[in-house]
């Protein structure tokens, strides 16, 4: 991958796509794999950096984990976690260690969890923190709250946690260690965040209960429940469709299909949205996949208006928002995008990375604390976009620019194969120029 990737405006997108395998079910399928005995066969797995790094833990921690074809992989699992002999380098992915600490945490073992720069500035005390709560204890290397940290597992007792921001990552880690506790997990969530835990959960043999709350859930998991190794099908990963869909939808006279496009309703929140901005995009051939929705959509060019987005959205478009702000950029008014403090402690401080970029893209923005502003009507691009690190603030540029008027370019370009390996070649060959 070149230093510096570019993206130059582009006549018209067409054609038909196949986005990457989601990338929260493929870090699941490798954890509970992993923790289950007996063979789980994975199909259309995500194979991008973060989920290697988490295939390359599991296997530290004692499955065997082997590649038998595209996408394909299968994982004997020994039943639980061992000491694994050296550090776990969790890479870029914060799913991946904070998913990786929470199944670990209920194993009596010791492991030292550290991630690349970017995964070294972020919080983790939000897992660690009700982790130590059910009796797993953590000691900071460097500082509190941030890796590398050794953890030490062993009995744990089970907890009622209240979530105050409803992340899955947090419920997700909490389960998995509820599964080897003593007594009831609970996990309350003020508004519900993806579910792929529970229902793979359930598909490895475990009972997970849910009871509805106002907006949210409460999920409950008895500790003691063996896991039996699956078959796990993963579908497309909306997160990544987002991004030929929005060019689809900017780039005049295009027309982009991604097939096989998970639509669990608690990950399209930016296909809501973009609807509401009047975006010509349609869903067909529903069916289930791999125990989720799917679907394949098609995006073709739109006259888009600037909307507010509800905050009780938030937590099902997390991921989209920056994509999200760049289709914003085209669109006729205000788009106005809050509650969504979040974006601030993802791979960058995402909130004003954006802001930063846009803005050097002739794009008025205005930030707050905890969202931000996009007045669309047209981009100018002609700018190299500081990306920290972060492989969605990259391509949503590099998105933003096929339709800008001068090229867009972006630096560190190599961070898209963690979420999205095949993303340049995918849109080139739509019709996209990026170089
Ligand atoms: O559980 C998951 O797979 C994810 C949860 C989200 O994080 P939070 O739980 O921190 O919101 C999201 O941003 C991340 O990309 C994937
Ligand atoms: C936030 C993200 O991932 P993670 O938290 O796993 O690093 C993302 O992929 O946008």
């Excluded at 991008?48 to 004692?62: I, N, P, S």
């Excluded at 939000?126 to 009796?135: E, F, H, I, K």
Aim: proline share 4%; aromatic share 4%.
């Amino acid at each position: 991958m070149p230093s510096q990737l570019t993206a130059h405006r582009s006549s018209v997108l067409t054609g038909k796509v196949r986005a990457p395998g989601d990338k929260s079910m493929s870090h699941r399928s490798m954890i509970l794999g992993g923790m289950a005995s007996g063979v789980t066969e994975v199909e259309g797995l995500l194979e991008g950096d973060d989920v290697l790094a988490t295939a390359r833990a599991v296997e530290a921690f004692g499955a065997k984990v082997e590649r038998t074809g595209d996408g394909k992989w299968r994982i004997e699992g020994a039943g639980g976690f061992t000491t694994p002999v050296s550090v776990i380098d969790c890479g870029n992915a914060g799913t991946g260690v904070r998913l990786l600490m929470g199944a670990a945490a209920g194993y009596p073992l010791t492991a030292t969890f550290d991630g690349d720069g970017s995964l070294r500035k972020r919080p983790m005390k939000r897992v660690t923190g009700p982790l130590a709560d059910m009796g797993a204890a953590f000691d900071w290397q460097a500082a509190e709250d941030r890796l590398p940290v050794a953890l030490t597992g062993g009995t744990l007792k089970a907890i009622d946690y209240v979530q105050t921001v409803a992340s899955a990552q947090v419920k997700s880690a909490i389960l998995l260690a509820g599964l080897n506790a003593e007594g009831v997990t609970s996990v309350v969530e003020p508004e519900k965040s993806r579910d792929h835990t529970e229902r793979m959960l359930r598909a490895f043999g475990a009972e997970v209960g849910v009871e509805e709350m106002g907006e949210g859930w409460k999920v409950t998991l008895k500790g003691g429940q063996p896991l039996t190794g699956t078959f796990v099908a993963v579908p497309g990963d909306p997160s990544s469709a987002a991004f030929p869909l929005a060019a689809g939808l900017i780039v005049p006279g295009s027309e982009v299909t991604v097939e096989g496009v998970m639509l669990n309703s608690l990950r399209t929140g930016l296909f809501d949205t973009w609807i509401e901005m009047g975006a010509d995009l349609t869903i067909t051939n529903r069916r289930e996949a791999g125990g989720e929705d799917v679907g394949d959509i098609t995006a073709r060019h739109s006259t888009l208006k600037g909307v507010v987005v509800p905050e009780a959205r938030a937590a099902s478009m997390i991921d989209e928002y920056p994509i999200l702000a760049a289709t914003a950029a085209f669109a006729d008014g205000v788009t106005v995008m809050r509650g969504v403090g979040e974006m601030r402690v993802k791979e960058s401080d995402r909130i004003s990375l954006m802001v930063e970029g846009l803005r050097a893209c002739g794009v008025q923005v205005e930030e707050e604390p905890e969202g931000f502003i996009v007045t669309g009507g047209g981009v100018r691009g002609g700018a190299t976009v500081h990306t920290a690190h972060d492989h969605r603030i990259a391509m949503s540029h590099l998105i933003l620019g096929l339709a800008a008027e001068q090229p867009v370019s972006v630096d560190e370009p190599g961070m898209i194969a963690t979420s999205f390996p095949g993303f340049v070649e995918m849109m080139n060959g739509l019709g996209g120029r990026i170089d």
